[in-house]
């Protein structure tokens, strides 16, 4: 049995937004390292793009899928396809495009691997990851297995996989289009997305409120620019909180509660939330 790669590193370095103390890193390069590695509490970690850190880190071992869950080379445009879950969403993206194959459009500019894509049912109002995902091979229980898509409940920006299931490679079904069809797609989601910053940043703070827009809230209670030490309300847009250098996990909590204080409705975190919130 092969040995995972250990080390100890800041997820601030792992994550988009750049905050966020020590974690013990568990770089996983096959199936048969999991029963050793889920032997004392875990986390597992995507790109790291929807998360708040502790600036204390976190206890538990951080799992990683390395490079041999990454399949983004061999995806050569194939309708029917499993890949593994470190592939990354956007050059899967450009490749369907490039093989003419729609489904996935509408997660155009979403920073994500494809199993932190199904984990938080990545998407916009154009799609989901969940439009196109048939199955899924998960690390649950002490044995790898399969589940239809169905199992796993998704929903907006959530999903219900098993407790402590790391997902391991997905059966994705995409529908034969033309390059042109599904560029002439992707441009109306590109549009949508002008303005968000390009700063470091973990997308979305809060989801949508029923019917409503927490972005167009925050702005309209006029909390753009708004900053708690490094950590800021993007100008280009409410919903996000950019880090403009050396934001503490301290900084963007308290924003996030001044936020919530004055548009003064309920407003849930988008972003999952590791480790014990620094006081
Ligand atoms: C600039 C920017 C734009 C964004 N735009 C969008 C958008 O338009 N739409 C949208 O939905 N999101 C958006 N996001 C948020 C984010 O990209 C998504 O939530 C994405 O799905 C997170 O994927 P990840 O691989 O980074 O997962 P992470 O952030 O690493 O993890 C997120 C969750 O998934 C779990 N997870 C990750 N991998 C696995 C696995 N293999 N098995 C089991 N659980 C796993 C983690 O434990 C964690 O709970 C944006 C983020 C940024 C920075």
New binding site residues.
């Given amino acids: 049995m092969s040995k995972p790669d250990v080390t100890v590193r800041p997820l601030a370095e792992l994550?988009?937004?750049r905050v966020g103390g020590p974690a013990e890193i568990w770089t996983m390069e096959s199936d048969d390292q999991f029963p050793e590695a889920t032997s004392a509490p875990y986390?597992?970690?995507?790109?790291?793009?929807?998360?708040l850190v502790s600036d204390t880190g976190v206890d538990e071992r951080v799992l990683k899928?390395g490079r041999s869950y990454d399949d983004g080379r061999q995806f050569g445009g194939q309708a029917d396809v499993w890949l593994g879950?470190?592939t990354p969403?956007p050059g899967l993206v450009r490749r369907a495009k490039e093989a003419g194959l729609s489904g996935l459009e509408g997660?155009l500019?979403?920073?994500?691997?494809?199993?932190?894509?199904?984990?938080?049912?990545?998407?916009?109002r154009f799609g989901?990851?969940g439009d196109v995902l048939e199955e899924v091979e998960?690390f649950t229980g002490g044995e790898v297995v399969r589940l239809p898509a169905s199992d796993l409940q998704l929903a907006y920006?959530t999903s219900h996989?098993p407790e402590g299931?790391?997902?391991?490679r997905a059966r994705l079904r995409l529908q034969p289009s033309t390059p042109e069809r599904v560029a002439a797609a992707m441009a109306q989601v590109d549009a949508a997305?002008r303005g968000?910053?390009k700063a470091a940043?973990?997308?979305?703070a809060f989801k949508n409120p029923p019917e409503d827009s927490a972005g167009r809230l925050i702005d309209q209670a006029g909390l753009k620019g708004l900053r708690v030490g490094d950590a800021m309300i993007s100008h280009e847009h409410g919903n996000?909180v950019v880090n403009m250098g050396h934001a503490t996990e301290r900084d963007v909590r308290e924003l996030l509660d001044r936020v919530r204080t004055t548009v003064g409705v309920p407003l849930e975190m988008?972003?999952?939330a590791w480790g014990n919130a620094t006081q």
Avoid: K
């Fill in positions: 994550t988009t937004l986390r597992v970690l995507g790109n790291g793009s929807n998360l899928l879950a470190a969403l997660t500019g979403v920073p994500a691997v494809l199993g932190g894509a199904i984990a938080m049912n990545a998407g916009t989901e990851i998960l920006r996989l299931a790391v997902i391991l997305r968000q910053p940043t973990a997308g979305c996000f988008e972003w999952r």
